[in-house]
């Protein structure tokens, strides 16, 4: 009886999701939610974190979709933070303009001494 020399392959533990990629797209999600400002910056940060480790892990590692995802609501989330405040402003500029738009303006001139 012969016995021949085999070598075990190395068990396959198949492709591993970034944790980056997950934390992007959670706090993506958190960000219309929880934390608006915050979380959208954290998703777009984190995001472009896992993209580069997964570029770099040679299909090792997967969540490019997550990743993705977590970037494009956290813009789509700072978008409407910055119409937001937009609005804000001129609503705070109306509410301090309206008393002037009250008076005629010929009320206003004629109190001008030349």
């Known amino acids: 009886m012969s016995y021949q020399n085999y070598q075990t392959p190395p068990p396959n533990y ?3 999701s970034s944790t980056l990629a997950v934390i992007s797209l959670l706090s993506g999600i958190a960000s219309f939610f929880i934390v608006p400002l915050l979380g959208a910056i954290a998703a777009i940060i984190t995001g ?9 892990s040679a ?3 997967t969540g490019l979709g997550m990743a993705n995802w977590g970037m494009i ?3 789509i989330n700072i978008a409407f933070s910055l119409i937001g405040l937009c609005i804000g ?7 301090i ?3 002037l738009c009250l ?3 010929s009320d206003i001139f ?3 001494q030349y």
Do not use: D, T
Not at 48 to 56: P, V, Y
Not at 89 to 95: C, H, K, R
């Open 48 to 56: 472009g974190m896992a993209k580069k480790e997964i570029n770099q």
């Open 59 to 61: 299909g090792r590692i």
């Open 14 to 16: 198949g492709s591993q």
């Open 73 to 75: 609501l956290g813009w």
């Open 103 to 105: 008076v005629p303006f």
């Open 97 to 99: 303009s309206a008393p």
């Open 110 to 112: 004629s109190n001008f």
């Open 89 to 95: 402003v001129l609503i705070l500029v109306g509410a």
